[in-house]
T-cell receptor, first 113, second 111 residues
Framework: QQQVKQSPQSLIVQKGGISIINCAYENTAFDYFPWYQQFPGKGPALLIAIRPDVSEKKEGRFTISFNKSAKQFSLHIMDSQPGDSATYFCAATHSGSARQLTFGSGTQLTVLP | DVKVTQSSRYLVKRTGEKVFLECVQDMDHENMFWYRQDPGLGLRLIYFSYDVKMKEKGDIPEGYSVSREKKERFSLILESASTNQTSMYLC??????????FGPGTRLTVL
C-alpha cells in the first residue's frame, strides 16, 4: 500500500521560532506533493505544493524542501505565529491516479504567544 | 474562489439508518472525493469519481456507496449506519493537474 509517513505527531513552538514538519514517501511514481492546513471545525486548505523537479519552493513564511533521492520532503514555517496553530497534513499523488491523494497522518502545531 | 459545500455540518443518526451525505462544487471540476477523518489516522479515502456516473473505490469503501449523477454533485451513502462510522466526513474536488479543494466537513455521529 502506498504510504506517506509524517512526523512529528505534535509540535509546540514559541512565537517567532521555526516549525519543521517532515514527511517520507515510498512510491517513486509520486509527482506532486501538497501540504494542507486545517483549523478546528474546517476542512483542510491547500497551503503550498511542490513538484519533484525542484528542491525548494517558498511562499511567504512557508517553504517546502524536497529531497528526491531520499524520498523525503518537509515544511518549514519561519517566524511562526499563534495564528499558524493548526493541523498540517502532507500528501502525495501521481498523475495516473486522477490525483488521488495519499495523506500523512497529520501534525498538530501549537505556537505559543 | 472554488467553493465546495456539504449538506450538513453536524448529523446524528441511529444504527441501521440509511444516511445520505451530499457534496456540491461550483468550479466544474472533473474529480470528486469522499474522505473520512479520524484522530491519529489522518484522512482516508472512501471513494472517488473522475467523471459523471463513474466511481472508484478508495482505501476504505466497505459499508459505503456513492452516486454521481451530475458533474457538480457527489453523494456518499451509508446503507446501514453503524457506530464505527461515527467520524468527520470530508468532500473534495479537483482538476486532474491541481490540488484538491475541500468542503467544511460533516461530523456524523451514529448512536
Amino acid at each position: 500500500q502506498q504510504q506517506v509517513k509524517q512526523s512529528p505527531q505534535s509540535l509546540i513552538v514559541q512565537k517567532g521560532g521555526i516549525s519543521i514538519i517532515n514527511c517520507a514517501y515510498e512510491n517513486t511514481a509520486f509527482d506532486y506533493f501538497p501540504w494542507y492546513q486545517q483549523f478546528p471545525g474546517k476542512g483542510p486548505a491547500l497551503l503550498i505544493a511542490i513538484r519533484p523537479d525542484v528542491s525548494e519552493k517558498k511562499e511567504g513564511r512557508f517553504t517546502i524542501s524536497f529531497n528526491k533521492s531520499a524520498k523525503q520532503f518537509s515544511l518549514h514555517i519561519m517566524d511562526s505565529q499563534p495564528g499558524d496553530s493548526a493541523t498540517y497534513f502532507c500528501a502525495a499523488t501521481h498523475s495516473g491516479s486522477a490525483r488521488q491523494l495519499t495523506f500523512g497522518s497529520g501534525t498538530q502545531l501549537t505556537v505559543l504567544p | 474562489d472554488v467553493k465546495v459545500t456539504q449538506s450538513s455540518r453536524y448529523l446524528v443518526k441511529r444504527t441501521g439508518e440509511k444516511v445520505f451525505l451530499e457534496c456540491v462544487q461550483d468550479m466544474d471540476h472533473e474529480n470528486m472525493f469522499w474522505y473520512r477523518q479520524d484522530p491519529g489516522l489522518g484522512l482516508r479515502l472512501i471513494y472517488f469519481s473522475y467523471d459523471v456516473k463513474m466511481k472508484e473505490k478508495g482505501d476504505i469503501p466497505e459499508g459505503y456507496s456513492v452516486s454521481r449523477e451530475k458533474k457538480e454533485r457527489f453523494s456518499l451513502i451509508l446503507e446501514s449506519a453503524s457506530t464505527n462510522q461515527t467520524s468527520m466526513y470530508l468532500c473534495a474536488s479537483s482538476f486532474t493537474q491541481a490540488g484538491q479543494f475541500f468542503g467544511p466537513g460533516t461530523r456524523l455521529t451514529v448512536l
